[in-house]
């Protein structure tokens, strides 16, 4: 088995999900169960078993659940061979007391579908179907060999051949449908929360980088005043200094060494800065910002900025989020990857909504998966060569399911299509669209924008 990356949810260590004191509590449940339904059918309804085995095979249930709970810590979470013997026994013990209460026409006969349901969910597909394989042989057997029950005057309960084979086809059919029900269920799952994982991680990687900028914009604006100062002094020094030319030139050196951290952060403070302004930017600026990293590699990024019906003449400034610089970035650099030669990114605003469009001139989206684009973890590529255009790529889905569930927050709906070819707005291969509605993203730039907050320290 391999081992999962940090914060990584693995399909290889199921097992490790499973906390002991969890299965203890719910098989005490179900062991008390059973003991009702035994005194129940004895006492009550007068059917006769053997009450001496059926008592040592849940004598043998109660003594594992006491073990559990006495020997085990808390904390304890079961290892996949762990887990798979724990969900066996319960499996055995539960055909020994249908073997010895009626087989297969004991109508109790559907718990065995519990654990074979619960054991897919939480193992691993070959442990959950080696299971399921002797559940499926535990219970044909007892559906031929089984001690019947007996009413109190000694008449064997029977029921037609007919109907106990329909009891074990339901079985049989029970069986084979929960485990795969649950087994896709738990997979699903587990596909979902590790790319919101990874959709999380790019978010916080993005508000870092915007938030280093801030701290180093600071830096450079602080520490203005005091190399200033420095250079100042160096200047005095090397004035009172001149017929000492060694200390003159250790002043020369102090001189240049202060313009030179000038520089330097000076153009580390181009990165960005902790200010309010830079929280809002007209459209064209943040789709340059977003494609920045993609244009200089070899593919021609066009960009078309214009109003719809109903819109203003001015582009609306806009909220310039993380999430949706890094949305933008991650379908701009899809459509770059994929593309021959040219991305279109269009802009169009009305009255109500803000939209955008990224197409690019490549072989579009697979037919048979734009109903899923946008899931993760989709394994097949959009077309036979790409492996040689992203050599690094594992191909699974995730920059697009990222990009449409930070954008998502942002307020926008996304839809994945093909184009036909129509211009240079247009260019034939795969097509999105993002659309915000206007209040939600658009911010007016007359509005105030508050008191600048200092940078943490």
Known sequence: MTTPAFG?????????????????????????????ALLVAHFHFGLRFDVALVGLVVGAAGLSVLSSLML????????EAEAFLTFLFDIALLVCLLYLTGGITNPFSLLI???VAVAAMALRPRSAL???????????????????????DGTVLSVPALFAFGFWAAIVIGILFQAFYAHRIVTEGTSLANALLAAQMALSREQKLTDLGGVVAAAAHELGTPLATIKLIAAELAEEVQDRPDLAEDARILR???DRCRDIL??????????????RAPVEAVLQE????????????????APGPGGAEEQPVILRRPEIIHGLRNLIQNAVDFAQAKVAVQARWTDRHLSLRISDDGPGFPPQLIGYIGEPFIRRRRD???????????????GLFIAKTLLERSGAVLEFSNAEARGDDTLGGAQITVVWPLERIVVDPAAPLGENMLLPP
């Open 8 to 36: 990584e949810i693995s399909q290889d260590h199921r097992g490790d999900w499973v906390r002991l004191r969890t299965m203890t509590y719910v098989r005490m449940l179900a062991l008390s169960g059973q003991v009702a």
């Open 72 to 79: 085990f810590p808390q904390t304890k979470r079961l290892s």
């Open 113 to 115: 579908l519990a654990p």
């Open 130 to 152: 080696i299971l399921s394989l002797i559940a499926i042989a535990l219970v044909t057997l007892i559906a031929f060999s089984y001690q019947p029950l007996r009413f109190a």
């Open 256 to 258: 240049e060494q202060a």
């Open 266 to 279: 000076r153009s580390m403070g181009r990165a960005g800065k902790d200010d309010l302004h830079l929280r």
């Open 290 to 305: 977003a494609a920045e990293p993609h244009l200089a590699r070899g593919k021609a990024v066009q960009f078309r900025i």
């Open 384 to 398: 036979p060569t790409g492996t040689r255009r992203r050599p690094g790529y594992e191909g699974m889905g995730l």
